[in-house]
Protein backbone atom coordinates (compact mmCIF):
# COMPACT_ATOMS: atom_id res chain seq x y z
CA UNK A 1 0.00 0.00 0.00
CA UNK A 2 1.60 3.85 -1.65
CA UNK A 3 0.78 6.30 1.41
CA UNK A 4 0.97 9.97 -0.23
CA UNK A 5 1.33 12.72 2.06
CA UNK A 6 -1.44 15.97 2.00
CA UNK A 7 -0.32 18.98 0.00
CA UNK A 8 0.29 21.44 1.84
CA UNK A 9 -0.44 25.05 0.45
CA UNK A 10 2.09 27.58 0.82
CA UNK A 11 0.56 30.87 2.49
CA UNK A 12 1.24 34.00 -0.10
CA UNK A 13 3.06 36.47 1.26
CA UNK A 14 2.08 40.71 0.85
CA UNK A 15 4.79 42.76 -0.64
CA UNK A 16 5.57 44.94 2.47
CA UNK A 17 4.36 49.11 2.26
CA UNK A 18 7.23 51.32 1.27
CA UNK A 19 9.10 52.99 3.87
CA UNK A 20 7.82 56.09 4.87
CA UNK A 21 3.97 55.74 4.23
CA UNK A 22 1.28 56.40 5.96
CA UNK A 23 -1.53 53.43 6.21
CA UNK A 24 -4.57 54.23 3.96
CA UNK A 25 -7.69 55.63 6.71
CA UNK A 26 -11.18 54.88 5.35
CA UNK A 27 -12.28 58.21 4.07
CA UNK A 28 -15.90 59.88 5.38
CA UNK A 29 -16.41 61.43 2.09
CA UNK A 30 -16.55 58.24 -0.08
CA UNK A 31 -19.91 56.34 -0.37
CA UNK A 32 -20.39 53.00 -2.31
CA UNK A 33 -23.69 51.96 -4.03
CA UNK A 34 -26.86 52.77 -2.00
CA UNK A 35 -25.20 54.68 0.40
CA UNK A 36 -26.62 58.34 1.68
CA UNK A 37 -24.19 60.77 3.14
CA UNK A 38 -25.39 61.75 7.08
CA UNK A 39 -25.76 65.25 7.71
CA UNK A 40 -23.80 66.50 11.01
CA UNK A 41 -25.59 68.93 13.43
CA UNK A 42 -24.77 72.21 11.77
CA UNK A 43 -26.47 70.85 9.01
CA UNK A 44 -29.87 70.22 10.56
CA UNK A 45 -29.52 73.45 12.16
CA UNK A 46 -28.74 75.26 9.01
CA UNK A 47 -32.10 73.63 7.68
CA UNK A 48 -34.47 74.09 10.58
CA UNK A 49 -33.25 78.06 10.84
CA UNK A 50 -33.97 78.12 6.59
CA UNK A 51 -37.66 75.92 7.18
CA UNK A 52 -38.26 78.53 10.43
CA UNK A 53 -37.34 81.45 7.93
CA UNK A 54 -39.65 80.25 4.82
CA UNK A 55 -42.52 79.89 7.41
CA UNK A 56 -42.51 82.46 9.28
CA UNK A 57 -44.67 85.28 6.51
CA UNK A 58 -47.28 82.07 5.72
CA UNK A 59 -47.45 82.19 9.64
CA UNK A 60 -47.51 86.06 10.43
CA UNK A 61 -50.11 86.48 7.40
CA UNK A 62 -52.71 83.22 9.27
CA UNK A 63 -51.81 85.97 12.62
CA UNK A 64 -52.95 89.32 10.86
CA UNK A 65 -55.67 87.70 9.15
CA UNK A 66 -57.24 86.54 12.71
CA UNK A 67 -56.66 89.94 14.43
CA UNK A 68 -58.15 93.48 14.05
CA UNK A 69 -56.22 95.96 12.32
CA UNK A 70 -55.67 98.01 15.99
CA UNK A 71 -54.07 94.79 16.42
CA UNK A 72 -51.95 94.37 14.06
CA UNK A 73 -50.68 98.01 14.05
CA UNK A 74 -50.05 97.91 17.59
CA UNK A 75 -46.31 99.19 19.12
CA UNK A 76 -46.18 95.20 20.68
CA UNK A 77 -48.11 92.77 17.45
CA UNK A 78 -49.16 89.74 18.30
CA UNK A 79 -47.46 86.43 18.01
CA UNK A 80 -50.39 83.84 18.39
CA UNK A 81 -53.50 83.51 16.14
CA UNK A 82 -56.51 85.17 17.57
CA UNK A 83 -60.72 84.53 16.75
CA UNK A 84 -62.00 86.77 13.70
CA UNK A 85 -60.52 84.96 11.08
CA UNK A 86 -63.31 83.41 9.41
CA UNK A 87 -65.67 86.95 9.73
CA UNK A 88 -62.29 88.52 8.16
CA UNK A 89 -62.35 86.29 5.52
CA UNK A 90 -66.16 86.49 5.11
CA UNK A 91 -65.26 90.46 4.82
CA UNK A 92 -62.38 90.44 2.32
CA UNK A 93 -64.35 87.98 0.04
CA UNK A 94 -67.33 89.49 0.06
CA UNK A 95 -65.46 93.32 -0.81
CA UNK A 96 -63.13 91.93 -3.68
CA UNK A 97 -65.69 89.26 -4.95
CA UNK A 98 -63.21 87.15 -4.46
CA UNK A 99 -65.62 83.96 -5.94
CA UNK A 100 -65.31 84.63 -9.45
CA UNK A 101 -61.91 86.18 -8.90
CA UNK A 102 -60.91 82.36 -7.93
CA UNK A 103 -62.49 81.10 -10.94
CA UNK A 104 -60.67 83.24 -13.15
CA UNK A 105 -57.29 82.44 -11.70
CA UNK A 106 -58.23 79.08 -12.77
CA UNK A 107 -59.37 79.17 -15.82
CA UNK A 108 -56.00 81.13 -16.86
CA UNK A 109 -53.55 79.18 -14.49
CA UNK A 110 -54.68 75.98 -15.44
CA UNK A 111 -54.43 77.31 -19.16
CA UNK A 112 -51.21 78.83 -19.40
CA UNK A 113 -49.74 75.95 -17.89
CA UNK A 114 -51.55 73.41 -20.28
CA UNK A 115 -50.46 75.32 -23.37
CA UNK A 116 -46.97 76.58 -22.52
CA UNK A 117 -46.15 72.34 -21.83
CA UNK A 118 -47.13 71.56 -24.65
CA UNK A 119 -45.71 74.18 -27.11
CA UNK A 120 -42.76 74.12 -25.27
CA UNK A 121 -42.19 70.65 -25.23
CA UNK A 122 -43.05 70.28 -29.13
CA UNK A 123 -40.24 73.03 -29.72
CA UNK A 124 -37.71 71.64 -27.45
CA UNK A 125 -38.13 68.31 -28.84
CA UNK A 126 -37.44 70.46 -32.02
CA UNK A 127 -34.80 71.95 -31.15
CA UNK A 128 -33.06 69.59 -29.08
CA UNK A 129 -32.97 66.70 -31.85
CA UNK A 130 -34.55 67.65 -34.93
CA UNK A 131 -32.10 68.99 -38.03
CA UNK A 132 -33.51 71.94 -39.93
CA UNK A 133 -31.96 75.07 -41.24
CA UNK A 134 -31.51 77.99 -39.17
CA UNK A 135 -31.93 75.79 -35.62
CA UNK A 136 -28.92 77.51 -34.22
CA UNK A 137 -30.54 81.24 -34.83
CA UNK A 138 -34.31 80.47 -34.04
CA UNK A 139 -32.45 79.18 -30.84
CA UNK A 140 -30.42 82.43 -29.86
CA UNK A 141 -33.53 84.56 -31.19
CA UNK A 142 -35.48 83.30 -28.74
CA UNK A 143 -33.26 83.02 -25.98
CA UNK A 144 -32.54 87.14 -26.92
CA UNK A 145 -36.32 87.51 -25.71
CA UNK A 146 -35.71 86.80 -22.55
CA UNK A 147 -33.29 90.23 -22.45
CA UNK A 148 -36.25 91.82 -23.70
CA UNK A 149 -38.30 93.60 -19.94
CA UNK A 150 -42.01 92.66 -20.39
CA UNK A 151 -42.59 96.66 -19.74
CA UNK A 152 -41.63 97.68 -23.18
CA UNK A 153 -44.24 95.29 -24.72
CA UNK A 154 -47.20 96.68 -22.48
CA UNK A 155 -48.46 99.45 -24.92
CA UNK A 156 -48.23 97.45 -27.99
CA UNK A 157 -49.95 94.68 -26.77
CA UNK A 158 -52.56 96.54 -24.86
CA UNK A 159 -53.21 97.81 -28.38
CA UNK A 160 -53.43 94.41 -30.31
CA UNK A 161 -55.29 93.03 -27.45
CA UNK A 162 -58.15 96.35 -27.96
CA UNK A 163 -57.97 95.29 -32.11
CA UNK A 164 -59.29 92.23 -31.07
CA UNK A 165 -61.83 92.75 -29.07
CA UNK A 166 -60.52 91.35 -26.05
CA UNK A 167 -60.10 94.41 -23.72
CA UNK A 168 -61.16 93.10 -20.32
CA UNK A 169 -61.59 89.45 -20.93
CA UNK A 170 -59.47 86.59 -19.76
CA UNK A 171 -58.29 85.91 -23.10
CA UNK A 172 -56.06 88.94 -23.38
CA UNK A 173 -54.51 87.77 -20.53
CA UNK A 174 -54.30 83.91 -21.66
CA UNK A 175 -52.85 84.10 -25.46
CA UNK A 176 -49.87 86.16 -24.74
CA UNK A 177 -48.73 83.64 -22.51
CA UNK A 178 -49.32 80.44 -24.29
CA UNK A 179 -45.89 80.02 -24.77
CA UNK A 180 -42.46 81.09 -23.00
CA UNK A 181 -38.43 81.18 -23.82
CA UNK A 182 -38.08 79.98 -20.76
CA UNK A 183 -39.86 76.94 -21.27
CA UNK A 184 -38.72 76.26 -24.25
CA UNK A 185 -34.74 76.48 -23.38
CA UNK A 186 -35.71 74.47 -20.29
CA UNK A 187 -37.17 71.31 -22.59
CA UNK A 188 -34.46 71.59 -24.76
CA UNK A 189 -31.84 71.49 -22.21
CA UNK A 190 -33.53 68.31 -20.67
CA UNK A 191 -34.22 66.47 -23.75
CA UNK A 192 -30.88 67.60 -25.14
CA UNK A 193 -29.51 64.57 -22.38
CA UNK A 194 -32.45 62.75 -21.19
CA UNK A 195 -33.14 61.46 -24.76
CA UNK A 196 -31.01 59.51 -26.87
CA UNK A 197 -31.34 59.48 -30.74
CA UNK A 198 -31.54 55.56 -30.29
CA UNK A 199 -35.14 55.77 -28.79
CA UNK A 200 -36.16 58.03 -32.07
CA UNK A 201 -34.06 56.10 -34.85
CA UNK A 202 -35.58 52.63 -33.04
CA UNK A 203 -39.46 54.41 -33.35
CA UNK A 204 -38.75 55.35 -36.73
CA UNK A 205 -37.72 52.18 -37.69
CA UNK A 206 -40.98 50.77 -36.44
CA UNK A 207 -42.81 52.71 -38.87
CA UNK A 208 -43.89 55.72 -36.26
CA UNK A 209 -44.43 59.49 -37.60
CA UNK A 210 -43.64 62.38 -36.08
CA UNK A 211 -46.88 62.86 -33.92
CA UNK A 212 -46.34 59.17 -32.90
CA UNK A 213 -42.79 59.24 -31.85
CA UNK A 214 -43.66 62.27 -29.82
CA UNK A 215 -46.56 60.78 -28.19
CA UNK A 216 -45.02 57.45 -27.23
CA UNK A 217 -41.20 58.34 -27.30
CA UNK A 218 -40.85 62.09 -26.52
CA UNK A 219 -43.63 62.66 -24.08
CA UNK A 220 -42.71 59.81 -21.75
CA UNK A 221 -38.92 60.75 -21.56
CA UNK A 222 -39.82 64.83 -20.82
CA UNK A 223 -41.97 63.45 -18.26
CA UNK A 224 -40.26 64.87 -14.88
CA UNK A 225 -39.23 67.69 -16.79
CA UNK A 226 -42.98 68.75 -17.75
CA UNK A 227 -43.85 68.54 -14.20
CA UNK A 228 -41.07 71.26 -13.03
CA UNK A 229 -42.04 73.15 -16.05
CA UNK A 230 -45.81 73.12 -15.25
CA UNK A 231 -45.32 73.89 -11.45
CA UNK A 232 -43.10 77.17 -12.38
CA UNK A 233 -45.64 78.14 -14.94
CA UNK A 234 -48.88 77.86 -12.71
CA UNK A 235 -47.61 79.80 -9.94
CA UNK A 236 -46.07 82.37 -12.24
CA UNK A 237 -49.65 82.40 -13.73
CA UNK A 238 -51.66 82.32 -10.36
CA UNK A 239 -49.14 85.14 -8.92
CA UNK A 240 -49.08 87.45 -12.12
CA UNK A 241 -50.16 90.81 -11.06
CA UNK A 242 -49.10 93.55 -13.57
CA UNK A 243 -50.74 92.39 -17.14
CA UNK A 244 -53.55 91.18 -15.84
CA UNK A 245 -54.29 94.63 -13.34
CA UNK A 246 -53.57 96.40 -16.85
CA UNK A 247 -55.77 93.95 -19.34
CA UNK A 248 -58.83 93.23 -17.32
CA UNK A 249 -61.10 95.27 -15.44
CA UNK A 250 -62.75 95.55 -11.88
CA UNK A 251 -65.95 93.31 -12.89
CA UNK A 252 -63.59 90.63 -14.28
CA UNK A 253 -60.69 90.81 -12.38
CA UNK A 254 -58.39 87.78 -11.29
CA UNK A 255 -57.36 87.03 -8.14
CA UNK A 256 -53.85 89.27 -7.71
CA UNK A 257 -56.34 92.07 -8.87
CA UNK A 258 -59.10 91.61 -6.45
CA UNK A 259 -56.68 91.81 -3.76
CA UNK A 260 -55.04 94.88 -5.37
CA UNK A 261 -58.66 96.52 -5.08
CA UNK A 262 -58.64 95.45 -1.55
CA UNK A 263 -55.63 97.60 -0.64
CA UNK A 264 -56.52 100.39 -3.22
CA UNK A 265 -58.73 102.37 -0.16
CA UNK A 266 -57.13 105.56 1.42
CA UNK A 267 -56.78 103.06 4.80
CA UNK A 268 -57.13 99.80 3.91
CA UNK A 269 -57.87 97.25 6.24
CA UNK A 270 -54.51 95.63 7.01
CA UNK A 271 -56.70 92.39 8.40
CA UNK A 272 -58.40 92.16 5.75
CA UNK A 273 -56.25 92.45 3.21
CA UNK A 274 -54.06 89.29 4.91
CA UNK A 275 -56.88 87.67 4.97
CA UNK A 276 -57.44 87.93 1.47
CA UNK A 277 -53.69 86.95 0.60
CA UNK A 278 -54.23 83.85 2.68
CA UNK A 279 -57.02 82.84 0.76
CA UNK A 280 -54.31 83.54 -2.24
CA UNK A 281 -52.10 81.43 -0.90
CA UNK A 282 -54.43 78.08 0.14
CA UNK A 283 -54.45 77.11 -3.95
CA UNK A 284 -50.87 77.17 -4.31
CA UNK A 285 -50.55 74.92 -0.78
CA UNK A 286 -52.90 72.35 -2.21
CA UNK A 287 -51.30 71.71 -5.40
CA UNK A 288 -47.89 71.64 -3.75
CA UNK A 289 -48.89 68.74 -1.26
CA UNK A 290 -50.59 67.15 -4.11
CA UNK A 291 -48.35 67.09 -6.74
CA UNK A 292 -44.86 67.74 -4.82
CA UNK A 293 -44.26 64.45 -3.78
CA UNK A 294 -44.92 63.19 -7.61
CA UNK A 295 -42.49 66.60 -8.81
CA UNK A 296 -39.78 65.59 -6.74
CA UNK A 297 -39.88 61.95 -7.68
CA UNK A 298 -39.89 62.95 -11.40
CA UNK A 299 -36.88 65.21 -10.80
CA UNK A 300 -35.19 62.15 -9.46
CA UNK A 301 -36.14 59.33 -11.41
CA UNK A 302 -35.07 61.89 -14.27
CA UNK A 303 -31.61 62.73 -12.37
CA UNK A 304 -30.33 58.61 -13.05
CA UNK A 305 -28.87 57.42 -15.88
CA UNK A 306 -28.27 54.42 -17.03
Excluded at 145 to 169: C, D, E, K, N
Amino acid sequence: MTMTSPTHTAPVKLAPAPKGSAPRRPSRFRMGAGQQMKGGPFAYVALAVVGLGSLLPLYWTLVAASRTQDEVLASTPPFLPGGKLLENVQTAWEQANLGKAILNSVIVSSSITLATLFFCTLAGYAFAKMRFRGRGWLMTAVIATLTIPPQLSVVPLFMMMSGLGWGGQLESVIFPTLVSAFGVFFMRQYLIEALPYELIEAARIDGANNLRTVVSVVLPVARPAMMVLGMLTFVQAWNDFFWPYLALNQQNPTLQVALGQLSASYTPDQSIVMAGALISTLPLLVVFVVFGKKIVGGIMSGAVKG
